[in-house]
Protein backbone atom coordinates (compact mmCIF):
# COMPACT_ATOMS: atom_id res chain seq x y z
CA UNK A 1 0.00 0.00 0.00
CA UNK A 2 1.28 3.59 -0.97
CA UNK A 3 0.89 6.39 1.16
CA UNK A 4 1.05 9.56 -1.34
CA UNK A 5 2.65 12.68 -0.76
CA UNK A 6 0.90 15.96 -2.40
CA UNK A 7 0.05 19.43 -1.90
CA UNK A 8 -0.56 21.57 0.98
CA UNK A 9 -3.77 19.84 1.62
CA UNK A 10 -2.51 16.92 2.64
CA UNK A 11 -0.03 18.51 4.81
CA UNK A 12 -3.53 20.08 6.37
CA UNK A 13 -5.06 16.90 6.65
CA UNK A 14 -1.86 15.45 7.97
CA UNK A 15 -2.05 17.39 10.97
CA UNK A 16 -5.45 16.99 11.54
CA UNK A 17 -4.22 13.28 11.98
CA UNK A 18 -6.78 12.26 9.16
CA UNK A 19 -3.91 11.17 6.61
CA UNK A 20 -0.08 9.89 6.71
CA UNK A 21 2.60 10.84 6.37
CA UNK A 22 3.12 12.56 9.57
CA UNK A 23 5.52 14.41 11.70
CA UNK A 24 7.63 12.03 14.16
CA UNK A 25 9.34 15.60 15.58
CA UNK A 26 8.00 18.22 18.08
CA UNK A 27 7.32 21.55 16.11
CA UNK A 28 10.39 23.62 17.22
CA UNK A 29 12.36 21.13 15.46
CA UNK A 30 10.58 20.42 12.98
CA UNK A 31 10.55 24.08 12.10
CA UNK A 32 14.43 23.95 12.72
CA UNK A 33 14.83 21.08 9.96
CA UNK A 34 12.69 22.81 7.84
CA UNK A 35 14.65 26.23 8.34
CA UNK A 36 18.15 24.36 7.55
CA UNK A 37 16.42 22.49 4.47
CA UNK A 38 15.89 25.29 2.84
CA UNK A 39 18.99 25.09 0.25
CA UNK A 40 17.31 21.63 -0.80
CA UNK A 41 14.15 23.10 -3.04
CA UNK A 42 14.06 25.42 -5.87
CA UNK A 43 13.16 28.88 -5.78
CA UNK A 44 10.49 28.75 -7.97
CA UNK A 45 8.69 25.60 -8.37
CA UNK A 46 8.04 23.46 -11.60
CA UNK A 47 4.71 24.67 -13.61
CA UNK A 48 4.15 20.44 -13.95
CA UNK A 49 5.37 19.03 -11.18
CA UNK A 50 5.86 18.65 -7.31
CA UNK A 51 9.04 18.47 -5.83
CA UNK A 52 10.60 16.14 -3.12
CA UNK A 53 13.92 16.12 -1.61
CA UNK A 54 15.47 13.44 0.59
CA UNK A 55 17.18 14.31 3.96
CA UNK A 56 20.46 12.41 4.66
CA UNK A 57 19.71 10.96 8.10
CA UNK A 58 17.07 8.58 7.21
CA UNK A 59 15.07 6.87 4.01
CA UNK A 60 11.64 7.69 5.66
CA UNK A 61 12.39 11.29 5.63
CA UNK A 62 12.16 13.97 3.05
CA UNK A 63 11.10 17.25 1.84
CA UNK A 64 8.66 18.69 -0.20
CA UNK A 65 9.50 21.89 -1.40
CA UNK A 66 6.60 24.54 -2.40
CA UNK A 67 8.78 27.85 -3.83
CA UNK A 68 11.76 27.30 -2.14
CA UNK A 69 9.79 26.75 1.12
CA UNK A 70 10.81 23.09 2.03
CA UNK A 71 8.20 20.99 4.44
CA UNK A 72 10.04 18.34 6.29
CA UNK A 73 7.98 15.01 7.03
CA UNK A 74 8.95 11.29 7.61
CA UNK A 75 7.14 8.29 5.94
CA UNK A 76 4.71 6.40 8.40
CA UNK A 77 6.55 3.47 10.52
CA UNK A 78 7.77 0.74 8.08
CA UNK A 79 7.36 2.49 5.27
CA UNK A 80 10.48 4.74 2.80
CA UNK A 81 10.33 7.39 0.68
CA UNK A 82 10.32 6.39 -2.98
CA UNK A 83 11.85 8.73 -4.68
CA UNK A 84 11.23 7.23 -7.97
CA UNK A 85 7.33 7.88 -7.45
CA UNK A 86 7.27 11.11 -4.82
CA UNK A 87 5.55 8.39 -2.30
CA UNK A 88 5.80 6.81 1.03
CA UNK A 89 6.08 2.64 -0.64
CA UNK A 90 7.14 -0.19 1.08
CA UNK A 91 10.83 -0.98 1.60
CA UNK A 92 11.04 -3.18 -1.06
CA UNK A 93 9.57 -0.91 -3.89
CA UNK A 94 11.59 1.93 -2.51
CA UNK A 95 14.72 1.94 -4.99
CA UNK A 96 17.64 3.55 -5.38
CA UNK A 97 17.67 3.80 -8.77
CA UNK A 98 17.61 7.53 -10.07
CA UNK A 99 19.10 8.73 -6.80
CA UNK A 100 22.46 8.53 -6.86
CA UNK A 101 24.76 11.06 -4.33
CA UNK A 102 28.49 12.44 -4.80
CA UNK A 103 30.58 13.05 -1.95
CA UNK A 104 33.79 15.27 -2.60
CA UNK A 105 36.96 15.51 0.08
CA UNK A 106 38.82 18.74 0.74
CA UNK A 107 43.15 18.87 0.21
CA UNK A 108 43.89 19.43 3.97
CA UNK A 109 47.15 21.00 5.35
CA UNK A 110 48.74 19.28 8.32
CA UNK A 111 49.30 20.15 11.31
CA UNK A 112 48.37 18.75 15.03
CA UNK A 113 44.77 18.57 14.77
CA UNK A 114 43.29 19.21 10.92
CA UNK A 115 39.95 19.86 9.98
CA UNK A 116 38.98 17.32 7.73
CA UNK A 117 35.67 18.21 5.50
CA UNK A 118 33.80 16.85 2.62
CA UNK A 119 30.06 17.90 0.37
CA UNK A 120 27.56 15.30 -0.20
CA UNK A 121 25.15 16.35 -2.96
CA UNK A 122 21.94 14.63 -4.50
CA UNK A 123 21.00 15.18 -7.99
CA UNK A 124 23.68 18.63 -7.46
CA UNK A 125 22.03 19.48 -4.41
CA UNK A 126 23.32 19.33 -0.77
CA UNK A 127 22.31 16.63 1.18
CA UNK A 128 21.17 17.72 4.42
CA UNK A 129 21.97 15.26 7.81
CA UNK A 130 24.49 13.02 5.93
CA UNK A 131 26.43 10.69 8.07
CA UNK A 132 29.90 11.24 7.14
CA UNK A 133 32.90 9.02 8.57
CA UNK A 134 36.32 10.06 7.66
CA UNK A 135 38.73 6.90 7.46
CA UNK A 136 42.61 6.86 7.56
CA UNK A 137 44.37 4.75 4.60
CA UNK A 138 43.94 1.70 7.07
CA UNK A 139 40.29 2.35 6.93
CA UNK A 140 39.98 3.03 10.87
CA UNK A 141 37.41 5.88 11.66
CA UNK A 142 39.16 9.48 12.63
CA UNK A 143 35.97 11.15 13.12
CA UNK A 144 32.48 11.52 12.57
CA UNK A 145 29.97 14.27 11.13
CA UNK A 146 26.68 14.84 9.77
CA UNK A 147 26.14 17.53 6.72
CA UNK A 148 24.34 20.84 7.31
CA UNK A 149 22.11 22.40 5.07
CA UNK A 150 25.23 23.22 2.40
CA UNK A 151 25.70 19.36 2.48
CA UNK A 152 29.29 19.88 4.40
CA UNK A 153 30.24 17.73 7.02
CA UNK A 154 33.59 18.85 8.81
CA UNK A 155 35.18 17.39 12.06
CA UNK A 156 39.14 17.88 13.42
CA UNK A 157 41.36 14.81 13.66
CA UNK A 158 44.69 14.16 15.14
CA UNK A 159 46.96 12.05 13.17
CA UNK A 160 46.49 12.49 9.61
CA UNK A 161 49.33 11.59 7.43
CA UNK A 162 50.59 12.64 3.88
CA UNK A 163 48.60 9.68 2.44
CA UNK A 164 45.50 11.61 3.24
CA UNK A 165 41.78 10.39 4.29
CA UNK A 166 38.48 8.95 2.82
CA UNK A 167 35.27 10.56 3.42
CA UNK A 168 32.49 8.00 3.19
CA UNK A 169 28.51 8.05 3.38
CA UNK A 170 26.68 4.80 3.85
CA UNK A 171 23.41 5.98 2.23
CA UNK A 172 20.49 4.09 3.23
CA UNK A 173 17.51 2.37 2.27
CA UNK A 174 16.97 4.91 -0.81
CA UNK A 175 20.20 7.10 -1.24
CA UNK A 176 23.15 5.24 -2.98
CA UNK A 177 26.86 4.89 -0.81
CA UNK A 178 29.69 6.99 -1.84
CA UNK A 179 32.94 7.85 -1.30
CA UNK A 180 35.66 10.31 -1.86
CA UNK A 181 39.69 10.21 -1.03
CA UNK A 182 40.62 13.48 0.73
CA UNK A 183 44.15 14.49 0.12
CA UNK A 184 46.57 16.33 2.74
CA UNK A 185 49.59 18.41 2.15
CA UNK A 186 52.88 19.27 4.92
Not at 108 to 120: C, D, Q, Y
Request: proline share 6%; charged share 20%; with cysteine.
Amino acid sequence: MRTPVKSLAVLAAATLGLISPVWTATAVESAERSQQALRVCPAVDPEDASVYAPLGNTAAGFAECSNGVPYVMDCPQGLLFNLRLNVCDWPRNAEKEGAETRLTAAAVTLSPTTELSAVVTWEDKPLYQAPVVFLDPQGSALCHAETDDTGRAACEAEGVTEAGYTAAYAGTETLTTANARGTARS
